[in-house]
């Protein structure tokens, strides 16, 4: 019995001190880490510093980081449309990155930003990125509809 207790108290004091943050469906996150990737999703300024960002704090995709990764990535459809290409590569080398980025198309954003998005994606999108822009096209619209 006395084990048991010694056994249990020991799990509990390792839960509460832990320094990580779990959230579901992801790996853990330090609050160092947590903090650094905060930063990381605002600073990034591009497709390949975004992918960076994403590969190495998708664990922490949660609160002030997940923010930061959706307005990076509202930012980028939005206004820097002339880079989708180097979205569509990526996008091909790692189908998480676009499921990620679908992800970050949410209604968080200004309703205008949405709708800049899906005229991106429905009239200047290029032939060799045609099925992600359909993709974007219907996540926005998926947006859209469930905004107030």
Same mark, same amino acid.
Request: glycine fraction near 4%.
């Given at each position: 019995?006395?084990?048991?207790?010694?056994?249990?108290?020991?799990?509990?004091?390792?839960?509460?001190?832990?320094?990580?943050?779990?959230?579901?469906?992801?790996?853990?996150?330090?609050?160092?880490?947590?903090?650094?990737?905060?930063?990381?999703?605002?600073?990034?300024?591009?497709?390949?510093?975004?992918?960076?960002?994403?590969?190495?704090?998708?664990?922490?995709?949660?609160?002030?980081?997940?923010?930061?990764?959706?307005?990076?990535?509202?930012?980028?459809?939005?206004?820097?449309?002339?880079?989708?290409?180097?979205?569509?590569?990526?996008?091909?080398?790692?189908?998480?990155? #676009?499921?990620?980025?679908?992800?970050? @198309?949410?209604? &968080?954003? +200004?309703?205008?930003?949405? =709708?800049?998005?899906?005229?991106?994606?429905?009239?200047?999108?290029?032939?060799?990125? #045609?099925?992600?822009?359909?993709?974007? @096209?219907?996540? &926005?619209? +998926?947006?859209?509809?469930? =905004?107030?």
């Amino acid at each position: 019995m006395m084990v048991k207790y010694i056994v249990y108290l020991t799990l509990v004091l390792i839960l509460v001190n832990a320094p990580t943050c779990v959230y579901a469906g992801h790996l853990n996150c330090t609050t160092e880490e947590q903090l650094v990737a905060e930063k990381a999703s605002e600073t990034a300024h591009d497709w390949d510093s975004l992918y960076h960002a994403y590969r190495q704090f998708e664990n922490c995709d949660d609160g002030g980081t997940s923010e930061g990764f959706s307005d990076t990535v509202m930012k980028l459809l939005a206004k820097n449309w002339q880079s989708s290409l180097r979205l569509q590569i990526l996008v091909l080398r790692d189908d998480g990155f #676009e499921t990620f980025i679908l992800n970050h @198309i949410n209604a &968080t954003a +200004d309703i205008s930003d949405i =709708k800049e998005i899906q005229e991106n994606a429905q009239y200047h999108c290029s032939a060799k990125a #045609e099925k992600m822009c359909k993709s974007i @096209i219907s996540r &926005t619209r +998926d947006v859209i509809n469930t =905004k107030p």
